[in-house]
């Protein structure tokens, strides 16, 4: 295949999936504004009730990328009926899962908010946000899910206007619920649950929808229900790594007091839009992957590494010098706190020095994800934690200071890097054919 035809290909994945996948930390920027200008204390509790619900839901984020690779391998094998019945188990393991996900966040949600709250009003805040918002974890396990099939058949355009219409749908409410109705932060919560469920009826109806055009089974069943877990397990491991990581940082943030608590959510909200943005062209990597080695085509495999790789580097380069251009506006975008404003520049400003890194190590992270090379991601993510919990450990117990702990990440994403340029370098991820 030749470069532009591949770099037209790359681009037809990645635009939509880049348009979908920003709205979810839209969704959570556009919550962050309008909650932030209730107060510090309420900005601080949606920073902890928010590093909790996405711990928990990206911890399952393997519902989405294993339905991706395993549709992917499938379609490219020329087998579209089994590529939608175990994308299908994948659908039922997110409803099962998020079910009990969601009852146990909201039983247990007095405890979190004590966990990483930085003072009892905040814990307090957090608690009630959380008991609340435990009901959209199942609907965002569907989405997941939903989602990942899709892609595998190269539909991009279905997730890309559900989750725009979702998006709308959640500023429209969550601004009505808290200011109109005075609910506050009880309002943000509300909104987000019945936007995430109606985001995840739409797409669980299209995906039953081309089930029965594949005449594909959509009754439960049990054996791929275990092999959507058993293919999750690796990368379920892999993600529980990095979510400790973000949860490490959120506890030292919480350490240094209220504003730079709410400098963290700032900072971790932008990070969070990049990571969404980046993962476009991992999700470009891993669909494009998944078909080449299910055709069995190895050359053209590392044809399409070599070109997303390009792809995310220069992402990442522009990205960086963007977000070090407006690094001052974006904090005071999201805050009128002079306090909360001067932490979180250093942070951004050092967020903006690692993108171009952080756009390899999103590229890479969806070709091995998209070879179905979970054991080895699990493995890399120990690494990378083991490199980072000491540091952020120092940090915290020498009291450093907040901008020392976005020095950390920095470092965690140069060790990510490593490990994942290493293994592209050899061939044992280039498994050929459905597995």
């Known amino acids: 295949m030749q470069g532009s035809s591949l770099d037209r290909r790359i681009l037809a994945v990645t635009v939509p999936a880049f348009a979908a996948l920003i709205c979810e930390p839209l969704m959570l920027m556009a919550d962050t504004a309008i909650v932030g200008h209730l107060g510090r204390a309420e900005l601080a509790a949606l920073g902890a009730a928010s590093t909790i619900l996405s711990t928990i ?65 905040v814990a307090d805040l957090t608690t009630e946000y959380l008991q609340i918002a435990a009901a959209s974890i199942p609907a965002v396990l569907l989405v997941l899910a939903a989602t990942g099939a899709l892609r595998g058949v190269l539909d991009l355009r279905t997730p890309l206007v559900v989750m725009v219409v979702a998006n709308v749908l959640n500023v429209v409410l969550t601004v009505g619920l808290v200011y109109g109705a005075g609910l506050d932060l009880r309002g943000a919560a509300l909104g987000l649950v019945l936007a995430q469920w109606a985001a995840a009826l739409a797409l669980v109806a299209q995906v039953l929808r081309r089930s029965r055009e594949s005449s594909a089974s959509a009754r439960l069943r049990w054996d791929d229900v275990a092999r959507a877990g058993r293919d999750g397990v690796p990368l379920l491991l892999r993600t529980l790594s990095l979510r400790t990581v973000l949860l490490l940082a959120t506890l030292v943030a919480a350490g240094f007091g209220d504003a730079s608590l709410a400098a963290h959510q700032i900072a971790t909200t932008i990070v969070m839009f990049l990571a969404f943005a980046l993962d476009a062209f991992a999700i470009a990597a891993q669909t494009l992957t998944g078909r080449s080695l299910g055709a069995g085509d190895a050359a053209g495999t590392r044809h399409i590494t070599r070109r997303v790789i390009a792809w995310g580097l220069g992402f990442g380069v522009a990205s960086g010098v963007l977000l070090a251009v407006t690094a001052p506006w974006v904090a005071r975008a999201f805050s009128p706190d002079a306090d909360v404003r001067a932490a979180a520049v250093p942070a951004l400003l050092l967020v903006a020095l690692i993108q171009p890194v952080s756009g390899v190590v999103f590229v890479l992270d969806g070709v091995l994800i998209g070879a179905g090379d979970g054991v080895y991601l699990a493995w890399a993510g120990l690494v990378t934690l083991l490199v980072y919990a000491p540091v952020a450990l120092l940090i915290k117990v020498t009291d450093a200071g907040f901008t020392w702990l976005w020095g950390a990440y920095a470092l965690f994403q140069l060790s990510r890097w490593v490990t994942l340029w290493v293994r592209q370098r050899g061939d044992r991820w280039l498994v050929l054919g459905v597995r």
Not at 86 to 114: C, D, E, F, K, M
């Open 57 to 121: 839901v990206g911890l399952c984020v393997f519902l989405a990328y294993g339905s991706t690779a395993t549709v992917a391998r499938h379609q490219g094998a020329g087998d579209p009926r089994r590529a939608l019945e175990a994308a299908l188990g994948g659908v039922w393991l997110a409803l099962l899962i998020g079910v009990v996900l969601g009852g146990l966040t909201a039983l247990g949600a007095r405890p979190l908010a004590a966990a990483l709250s930085s003072s009892p009003r």
